[in-house]
């Protein structure tokens, strides 16, 4: 059911998802939620960044024009939620694409805090705890902002001010964002910038094998087949190929990891085994056609990705998961 807005919450839900974008939750949660489905737990699904493209805003790229037509996308994720079986609100506000027309205003190295951007950070901070409040949920799961977008830091850096204050009984979970945490490099990055460190990566399974990560090469043209990316031009791909292969050294040999951002409530990984549930989550990604139009981007490519991520995981071949970083429940006492 598609909820018009927070007013509309009439409902409890036992977990509230928060999706940046249309496709965000779905691709990156959704072996678990059919797990919490079925299991008779409800789940509403939050989706930030959905509001259409202004009248008059000139044409950012053309090889953006599929992530730029709303209405597909609205069509998609409403078939998406409905493949998975929950509801759905969207917030309308703008992404960075159109709060922000320099390229390199998207992805930033950090949380970029701008007075906009401050601002908008602390409207959703209200807005995810208002939601908590007239969903009594249990649980409120966000993005970690692996791939560095700035629209996900916004997010993520709200669940943080949640985190610190004093009045949340509910607990506070970030997901690894599907199609970045397919990329090594971009995942331990953000594990490292965000104080979880790379050494804290779970191990729930006995590995067998050599890693299964994608190849530089491999994770390369995964990369530069996904229109949000926008890794398209036929110039620029061997200087964005040097760039892949140099900062995947950096991040797993030169970068260290920072103090991080949760203190003394440093989340704890949770590893899901959701390879049961992995055809119907390819199917709800199949959903998603504005953002399968690359070479790599097919079925069997994501499937091939997603099973080298879940052997980064520590989980045997031929086995698919999702990892979350859960914080200590709050001490309601």
């Not at 930030?48 to 090889?63: E, I, N, Y």
């Not at 208002?130 to 993520?156: K, N, S, W, Y």
């Not at 991040?251 to 590893?271: C, D, I, W, Y």
């Not at 119907?280 to 499937?303: D, E, H, N």
Request: hydrophobic letters at 35%; a positive charge; charged letters at 20%.
């Amino acid at each position: 059911m598609h909820l018009r807005n927070t007013l509309s919450i009439h409902d409890h839900y036992d977990h509230v998802y928060v999706s940046p974008h249309f496709d965000d939750v779905a691709a990156s949660c959704s072996g678990r939620i059919f797990k919490q489905v079925h299991q008779g737990e409800s789940v509403l699904v939050v989706t930030v960044f959905t509001r259409a493209v202004p009248h008059g805003s000139k044409t950012l790229s053309k090889t953006l024009k599929s992530v730029l037509n709303y209405q597909r996308r609205r069509e998609e994720d409403q078939k998406a939620m409905q493949r998975m079986g929950v509801d759905y609100l969207w917030l309308e506000y703008p992404e960075i694409l159109f709060r922000n027309q320099k390229p390199w205003a998207r992805y930033w190295p950090h949380y970029h805090t701008t007075p906009s951007n401050r601002t908008l950070c602390d409207k959703l901070t209200r807005k995810f705890h208002e939601i908590c409040r007239r969903t009594h949920c249990a649980d409120l799961i966000l993005p970690l902002g692996v791939g560095q977008h700035m629209d996900h830091q916004i997010i993520f850096q709200a669940g943080v001010t949640l985190l610190h204050g004093q009045d949340h009984p509910f607990r506070i979970v970030f997901y690894e964002e599907i199609p970045y945490a397919l990329f090594p490099f971009l995942l331990i990055y953000r594990l490292k910038k965000t104080g979880v460190g790379y050494t804290s990566f779970c191990r729930p399974y006995q590995q067998t094998g050599s890693p299964g990560q994608l190849s530089a090469k491999a994770a390369f043209r995964f990369w530069s087949g996904i229109p949000s990316l926008g890794i398209h031009g036929t110039l620029i791909k061997p200087w964005a190929f040097l760039f892949v292969l140099g900062f995947d050294l950096y991040t797993r040999h030169l970068m260290k990891p920072s103090a991080g951002f949760f203190g003394n409530q440093s989340p704890l990984p949770e590893v899901f085994d959701i390879t049961p549930s992995i055809d119907k989550k390819l199917f709800v990604i199949s959903a998603y056609t504005s953002q399968l139009t690359g070479p790599m981007v097919t079925r069997q490519g994501i499937k091939i990705g997603l099973s080298a991520y879940a052997h980064t995981l520590g989980m045997p071949r031929q086995s698919y998961g999702e990892r979350y970083w859960a914080t200590p429940k709050p001490n309601m006492s």
